[in-house]
């Protein structure tokens, strides 16, 4: 299931992604690699969301180079993506859990014992019978981090994860990121919560108008961006 | 009034005594339009759910299309799959004109349009919700179908009632390649058919409020079974 190479680092040239003719993202290039987590910032409509779908492959790119360090098919198996709005298929939480494991081809017994053990982990162990489409926000979206968890991707991405959570879902969500990355989970996750960027990451991406104008340490970021845009934004400015 | 009173009396009379003509053509019209309700599930719910996940040229015609082929009138299809059930037809040495599996054939080309469009109609919604998710999970074109139609069950039910219910009320079709035949192929709808020409109003009626009651209690069964309208959203 987990495949031995590491999929790491992913290499964008230059990418571009258009919409309906419409020019969503790029020119962006930029190396990811290492550990950690990296949280895309930035003003709402600027293309985050685009980045990570793009990086991930849900968003075809009209231009430019995507590449892992291995084959696509390779890559594939090892990532997994949280959807702002967690996706909750008509079915409990156990078979929800369950799901990205019975696709590739792991027996069903199995799958099931390996969800309830993630749904434990992420707090929902008691909820295993349970329908999906009835849980709490804070509960979906604990059970979209379980199901995107449960293959032990290399590299996780998660949109806006905790976008309408309260305080404690967030937490227990941010928790459930800490232990993934130190278990060796690559995370990149975009949020326009900067509190939650200056808990969580390690590296900051800020992206504006469809670019990625800078990628530093987080400590660095925070202590003070290189453009105008980010500064602005980190003062709470709107940023046009 | 007094028809409709007699029509009551009878049915009561014929229920209760089991009548064993009642009986026969009752299980009959179960049998035909419950096998042809299967069959075209089994052609119907994947194809709408193709449909639904499927992007091709020409595709919204392919809809149109089923769309449109939900109001074809059973007694054309009657007379097609007549003619090539015919003794002279490309299908005549099956022999299969004026026996109940003619009339399978005949309300499976009625029904499978109908199934096939409620299904598309449901799995489309569904897939709108599921798209991102599958496609992240890097779901093969067979796992999304098998997916929808699983998790959408609930709602191709109601794609397979509307069927039954067109097929279990249908008798332009199966009284042409079925010919009404007693003990061979008389079924409800015909049954009354034939009575009303006759003149035998109370009977037709009372087997009328008998094929109700059936379309009633089968829709009832299905419901309870399946447990629909319970627990929330599914």
Redesign the interface.
Known sequence: MVNDHTILPLTLQEIMVKRRGKHILGPVSLTLQGTGISVVVGPNGGGKTTLLRAMHGLDRISAGHKAWAVSDAQAHVAQSFVFQAPIMMRRNVRDNIAYPLVLRGVNRRDARAAADVWAARVGLGSAVLRAATVLSGGEKQKLALARALVTAPQVLFLDEPCANLDGHATQEIEAILHAACADGTRIVMSTHDLGQARRLADEVLFVHAGQVVEILPAAAFFAGPASAQAAAFLNGDLVL | MSDIADGFATAARLVVSLDAELIEITLRSLYVTLSATAVASVIGLPLGAWLAITRFPGRRYVIAMLNALMGLPPVVVGLIVYIMLSRSGPFGVLGLLFTPTAMIIAQVIIITPLVASIAHQAMRE?WA??H??L?????SRR?RIA?LVW??RRTLLTAQLAGFGRGIGEVGAIMIVGGNIDNATRVLTTAISLETGRGEFALALALGFILIGLAVVVNLCIHVLSRTEQ????
């Open positions: 569904l919700d599921y991102d998710l496609i992240s999970l890097h779901a796992q997916t998790d959408g627990g929330s959203r599914w």
